[in-house]
């Protein structure tokens, strides 16, 4: 494609021009001291409406796994499941920044990142990846293969064995230095922007103050250029008692089991489907089918 036919704006499904999130804009966004909004979503409908509602950067997280896929932590998810979400974000999205997880186990040395990473932009259209810990060598390694980078750092899901839970971290001075020295790393390294979480609100302004890349913080204060969201958190559709961080910005829980039992007691007292719901044959059908009825109990009499 030629740099003039290269579309810098997209349409929206209603034709109106939508100016597309990419990396750089979010360091844009940063330098103009916009706060970037930034959700989980894994799914069509799901990921559609939060781009519909503005949100900047939808990330495919490997929180997947359990919100999702119901499993105990976000070990379990593999790349081909986290390739599979994408591809259905991919389809729905038009202006947000897509970007994938990797998940656990899909990045222990470099080659094998990036060969992920790869399938990542290849097979689900990913504008990103997301990588958790400071892989200084491997975040760089796909700078240079064109491949931008989200890194995460402070409680890093994937290492819930080493941490022994999900704990706060780099509640020391030493470990905030380590930090720092960690986000400034990645940044240097080529990382677009890390999310921090779980982590002092303190530690976080300062990494937020001192870094040119944007973070996002999740657990991590209001001080960060961004906030990121787990979108069943942001809805209650967990079944377990939220974490201090976040905000219900509404019951969809209570709402869906209201609606489905609305609707089960609707079928078992034959309340759902009314006439009006039903499809009817035209008249002159109904009368010849009433007419041979008629006939046929008149042939039996
Ligand atoms: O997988 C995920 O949802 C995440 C966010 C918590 C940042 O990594």
């Given at each position: 494609m030629s740099l003039t036919s290269f579309p810098g704006t997209n349409s929206s499904p209603n034709g109106a021009p939508i100016t597309k999130i990419t990396m750089p804009a979010l360091t844009d966004m940063k330098r103009q001291g916009k706060p970037i909004s930034a959700l989980t979503a894994y799914d069509y409908a799901t990921s559609r409406l939060a781009d519909e509602a503005g949100i900047d950067f939808i990330l495919v997280g490997d929180s997947l796994a359990m919100v999702?896929?119901?499993?105990?932590?976000?070990?379990?998810?593999?790349v081909d499941e986290m390739i599979h979400h994408t591809r259905a974000v991919r389809r729905a999205v038009h202006r947000a920044l897509v970007v994938s997880d990797m998940p656990f186990?899909?990045?222990?040395s470099v080659a094998e990142g990036l060969a992920n990473a790869v399938r990542f932009v290849k097979?689900?259209?990913?504008?990103a990846v997301k990588i958790e810990g400071p892989r200084i060598e491997l975040v760089h390694a796909l700078t240079e293969a064109e491949i931008p980078v989200v890194a995460h750092l402070g409680l890093?899901?994937?290492?819930v064995h080493r941490m022994g839970g999900y704990r706060v971290q780099a509640r020391t001075a030493e470990t905030v230095l380590q930090l720092k020295a960690d986000a400034h790393a990645l940044a240097d390294a080529g990382a677009g922007a890390i999310v921090l979480e779980g982590i002092p609100r303190e530690a976080a302004a300062q990494i937020t103050a001192e870094l040119p890349a944007p973070t996002i913080g999740i657990g991590a204060g209001?001080?960060?250029?961004g906030q990121i969201l787990v979108f069943h958190d942001l809805l209650n559709l967990t079944f377990a008692p939220p974490a201090k961080f976040v905000r219900r910005y509404a019951d969809a829980g209570t709402l869906i089991r209201s609606a489905i039992e609305h609707y089960r007691e609707d079928v078992e007292h034959r309340a759902f489907p009314s006439d009006e719901e039903s499809y009817h044959l035209p008249e002159a059908v109904r009368k010849a089918l009433d007419d041979m009825q008629q006939a046929a109990t008149l042939r039996k009499a």
């Open positions: 999702i896929l119901g499993h105990e932590n976000t070990l379990a998810v593999t186990g899909s990045y222990n097979e689900a259209g990913a504008e890093t899901p994937q290492s209001p001080d960060c250029d």
